[in-house]
């Protein structure tokens, strides 16, 4: 985090994580205390880590590191062997769509939606490592397609054939959605 250019607002990432996940952690824990001593009469020592809290939610890049000694690498919104998955330009000024396609039909579903029926038609994008070897090229198709659609419009038309899409929303617009 600093400050833009101008010097005036911090710019970055801003989101604590630590903190509310450590808090949700110690309610569980002082609750499980409390029912403790209600049953017995005893009290509980209490101890609580914020970065285990935060550890926990690190499953896949802990289990990889304890058993295989590998790294996770930064990947963005790219999701290791499913493609395609990240986020897609929508119209509008700074608008976009999460898309993320993990089975063989939603890819086809895909596929018909945004009209490219030679991706459709062409078997090694019919696997999971076939569309992540090609996925500049699918994700460059896909973003050609919402680029000129809105968020909802390119959610509704996905959801309607079964393909996971949802909004990128800011604090705004998460606070005005209907859901």
Partial sequence: IGADPDG????GFNHVLGDPAAGQFAVVALLAALRHRNKTGQGQYVDLSMVES??????????AFEMNGASAEPRGNRHPFLAPHGLYPCDGDDEWVAIAVETLEEWHALCDV????DFKDDLALNTYD???????????KIGDWTKGRSQYEVTEALQ?????????????????DPH
């Fill in 114 to 117: 945004i009209g490219c029926t």
């Fill in 8 to 11: 005036d607002e911090l710019c």
């Fill in 54 to 63: 935060v550890g926990t939610m690190m499953g896949e890049a802990t289990m």
């Fill in 160 to 176: 309607e054939r079964g393909v996971a899409a949802t909004p990128c929303l800011d604090q705004q617009g998460r606070f005005l």
């Fill in 130 to 140: 076939g569309r992540t070897k090609k996925r500049v090229e699918v994700d460059s």
